[in-house]
């Protein structure tokens, strides 16, 4: 008996369509490894007549005022609360998530989220008028930047979302977004949801691959492009909009130092390092990846995150008992297994580093000691449930470590010397410093990187801003 695939469509200019040309990709639920959709794989005629929505409805949603723009989103956010359960299932079927965890880590964030730049589209502030030449008085506008292409990464599809369209929307612009090609089942519910409360055009949804969002980032309509995804995507993004200036916005790889100093709360360092190395199946860029652990508690350390690891499960996601479901899809399988497969001689697995069962694509939380700084897996980003130790000698080798990858996204410090804590948070190269915990994120904080992690911030004030551009206005006083 073949059970019959769910249909997914593109949301453009207010309507559901397939692809113009028909075209479809199986969409498979991790952890099963079998398909349960289809989905639109777009091509240039999709495109075209997304950004040609999003073109027509602009001048409207620019000019609606802020006020209309926050109760738009407040109801967005009070709808995607009211429909939590609906949302939860296809994350959960799009990515293997745990059913428990995504109800309550992701979906009250999600909202929250969605309703702190609902604030925000109120709370645009800028420079004053003034006189600073005679006769002459200047004004600051800031306005919203046009059509916005945005791409959507698979290890938080729903939330990534969320943190795309609601500054773009809030701001006044219109989206053009395209989830990552394996987990476009969450995003296409949230297209029928928001359909009932914002106007045709403003928020429309285009499935794909790879070439559809090329053709979305060099389509002449955007002004704007935002991707989270890998360093390579990111590269080609910016080169791809650097042939029409368009302005780019980019959040991509990490690769998070936890720094623990012998004066640390061992316990409570190895309990949330674990945590936060293996949510989520360590498939995020802030994942606790990389501990640092200064050599007079490296032993220690090491056995115990060991011992965690050993206690973390893994399974299917309506098992309650589990912190991680499966990895994405059989080629991230592929990849986390071969950094294990090819580590060096003088590596030591200390826990896990193997495969989870024979259905879906699980993969053991794992624990490796021993490493150089120059060993691959310390430079390179596993994006699985892999979490590395290392030791050094001091303060100054913890910062040369620490800073000795090409990623500078998140970083976290663990001691008791609240001297030691601050200069560690100056001397980090990375946008985010957390002292005595790691991963917790707020809406009104920014997040976002330096070096090959990319530029521009999500969440915050700082995001909501990247959403708009500055225009001066001088006006004689004459007349």
Known sequence: MTTELRR???YIGGEFKDAADGRTTEVVNPATGEAYATAPLSGQADVDAAMAAAAAAFPGWRDTTPSERQKALLKIADAFEARADELVAAESENTGKPLGLTASEE?????????????AARLLEGRSAGEYMEGMTSIIRREPVGVCAQVAPWNYPMMMAVWKFAPAIAAGNTVVLKPSDTTPAS??????????????????????????????????????????GSVRAGMQVAESASKDV???HLELGGKAPAVVFADADI??????????????????????????VHESIHDEFVTALAKA????KTGQPDDEDVLYGALNN??????????????????KVEAGGHQVGEKGYFYA?????????????IQHEVFGPVITVQSFTDEAQAVEYANGVEFALASSVWTKDHGRAMRMSKNLDFGCVWINTHIPLVAEMPHGGFKKSGYGKDLSAYGFEDYTRIKHVMTSLDG
């Not at 316990?267 to 640092?292: H, S």
């Not at 690891?309 to 973390?312: F, H, I």
């Not at 059989?330 to 590596?347: D, S, Y």
């Open 365 to 377: 939380p794992t624990v490796v000691s021993g490493l150089k700084q120059d060993d691959e897996i």
């Open 267 to 292: 316990a409570k360092a190895v309990e949330d390092i674990a945590v936060a190395g293996y949510f989520n199946a360590g498939q995020d860029c802030t994942a606790a990846c990389r501990v640092l």
């Open 107 to 119: 979906l009250p964030p999600m909202v929250d989220q969605i309703r702190f730049f609902a604030g």
């Open 330 to 347: 059989p080629n991230q399988l592929k990849q986390v297994a071969g950094f294990i497969e090819r580590l060096p001689a003088h590596a």
């Open 8 to 10: 997914l469509r593109n």
């Open 187 to 228: 995003t296409v519910l949230m297209a029928e949801i928001i359909d009932s409360v914002l106007p045709k055009g403003v928020f429309n949804v285009v499935c794909g691959d790879r070439e559809t969002g090329r053709a979305m980032v060099e389509h002449r309509t955007p002004a704007m492009a935002s991707i989270t």
């Open 246 to 248: 368009k302005r780019v």
């Open 309 to 312: 690891a050993a206690d973390t």
